[in-house]
Structure formats: C-alpha cells, structure tokens
C-alpha cells in the first residue's frame, strides 16, 4: 500500500491597504469556503476565486472538482460583506473540465472565461440570470489547451494573457478590439519563456493608480507554491514589458494550517474605504493511500 501526498485547495479571503499588501484579516476564520461546503456533490477541492459585487451583495466563482468524475464544476457562493459566504451551487457544468472562472462586468453584462483547456478552446459566457445562469456565448480562441486565460480591457482594447504549451512555462498574449474578438496573437508573444516562475496567470489583470499590474503563479519546484506582482509597464500593438513590483512574492504558504503548502491565485477589489479585499487560495497536503493491484 504507497503513500502519496495530495493537496487539498480551500479558499481564502485577504485584506490590505494595497493589492500587493495582503493578509487574512482578524474578523474572518480562514478558510472561508473548503470542499466541504459543497452540497449539490462531493468535492474533492475548491480553488481558483474570482468575486463581482453586484447590488450590494458579493458573489464568488470557483473550481469545485467532482472527486467522481474527476472534472471541475464552476460553482458559486454570496456574501453580503466579503467575509463570511455561504455556498449556492453549482452553475455550469459542462462534459470537460473548468476551472479557472475569470469573471468580469462589461458594459453592464457580466462575463465568465472559465478554463476549459480539454475543450481546447478559450470558451466565453455570458450571464442569463446573473448569478445562477449562464449560456455559452462562443469561443475566443480555438485549437490549443488554454490555460488560466486573463483578460482586461485596456486603453480602447482587449487583451487575453494565456498559457497551452505542456510545460505552462510560456506566457502569450493576444488582443482584439472587441470582446467576441476576432483575437490575434501579439508581435513579441510568447512574453514570458520557459519561466515557470512567472509564466502561468494567477488572478485578476487590473489597473491601480493608472497601472497595470498581472499575477502570476509560481510552480517550480512545485505547482501551487507563491504568487508574484507584475507591472506592465509597456503594452501597445508593438511592445510589451513588464518589471516585478516586489523582490518577495506576494502570497506563499504559510507552513501550517489551510495553506500550509503554497498560494497560487488572488483576486483584488478596492472597497469604498479605500481598503483592498481579495479572494486567494492555499493548499495543505494530506497522506493518501493506493492499493497494488496484480
């Protein structure tokens, strides 16, 4: 009978007086949401937040993974303040994988970019009844295994950042002048080469005090292990550059507890008292045991 090692992902919520300035605060028992909380199936994990404040409400979508089918489900949970949340259910369930759920308002519709890599195509939904329902609105981008697409809407255009190479050590670009594209691919992509330490997205593309900045997950040497701030400071049809805000990631594993392991995702909001809340995730590992079959 092996022993192995598997990460367990929960859900976090941080605050701070900067996104690059993060931490749980006192007033919230982290972790807010675990695999536990799913009630409509039985999880294996939940991980990959993304939040949207609609009508005075917070809304959470996530990564639940089916421990029966192996697929993760977007699911969703409200909160009324941030802090504490209550699971709804799961809202798209397609026959592939998802994960991923980059969700965004745009010219009062709200949008998801889950990710749907075994699909292999970037997949975009809009929502019918925000939050609970959802259509397929088309592809963005076909013919490859996308990874953690990430989208922003930047000085009177679109831009989608991206990984599909096996190794997710290569970060390219794409831009559109519309949502629903079409999306070619930037002149100096791939932007990030054979870096598993900055490549792969890891949260919200945001602007903050006429800036843009990006996350980014760093797996080496494991998956899930810290998260970095990048600013891009050169992003036209022609260029592209980007600098680290910090010589220090910005979230890690704390060596104990829910996030024992690693971070590797955060999702920024600055609230009306000019502090920043975010939802994060963390993983601990736990023992698992397999029998030989002969």
């Not at 592809?139 to 809407?153: E, F, I, K, T, W």
């Not at 829910?258 to 995730?281: F, T, Y």
Request: proline share 6%; net charge negative; hydrophobic share 40%.
């Amino acid at each position: 009978m092996p022993i192995g090692r598997t990460p367990r992902w929960s859900i976090g919520i941080y605050t701070g007086d900067s996104p690059f300035d993060l931490d749980a605060p006192a007033n919230v028992f982290n972790p807010v949401l675990t695999a536990k909380d799913v009630s409509d199936m039985r999880a294996r994990f939940v991980a990959d937040p993304f939040m949207i404040r609609d009508q005075g409400c917070w809304y959470m979508f996530f990564e639940a993974l089916d421990a029966k089918t192996g697929h993760g489900k977007i699911a969703c949970a409200r909160s009324s303040e941030g802090l504490v949340w209550s699971y709804d259910k799961v809202v798209i369930n397609e026959p592939f994988h998802l994960s991923y759920p980059y969700t965004f308002t745009w010219n009062d519709q709200v949008y998801m970019v889950p990710e749907s890599a075994e699909a292999k195509a970037v997949r975009l939904y809009r929502a019918t009844e925000f939050p609970l329902q959802w259509e397929f609105a088309g592809n963005l981008l076909a013919g490859s295994d996308y990874v953690d697409s990430s989208l922003v809407h930047y000085h009177d255009g679109w831009w989608l950042f991206t990984v599909s190479n096996p190794a997710r050590d290569f970060l390219r670009l794409f831009g559109a002048q519309r949502i629903e594209g079409p999306w070619n691919e930037h002149r100096r992509s791939p932007i990030v080469n054979a870096n598993p330490h900055l490549a792969r997205p890891g949260g919200r593309v945001f602007e903050y005090e006429g800036k843009l900045f990006r996350y980014a997950q760093d797996d080496f040497p494991w998956y899930g292990r810290q998260v970095w701030a990048l600013e891009i400071t050169n992003l036209t049809d022609r260029d592209y550059a980007e600098r680290l805000v910090s010589e220090e990631p910005i979230l890690h594993g704390n060596g104990f507890g829910w996030n024992a392991h690693g971070m590797h995702h955060v999702d920024p909001h600055l609230q009306k008292d000019n502090r920043w809340i975010a939802c994060v995730d963390g993983h601990h590992n736990t023992l698992s045991f397999r029998l030989w079959r002969r």
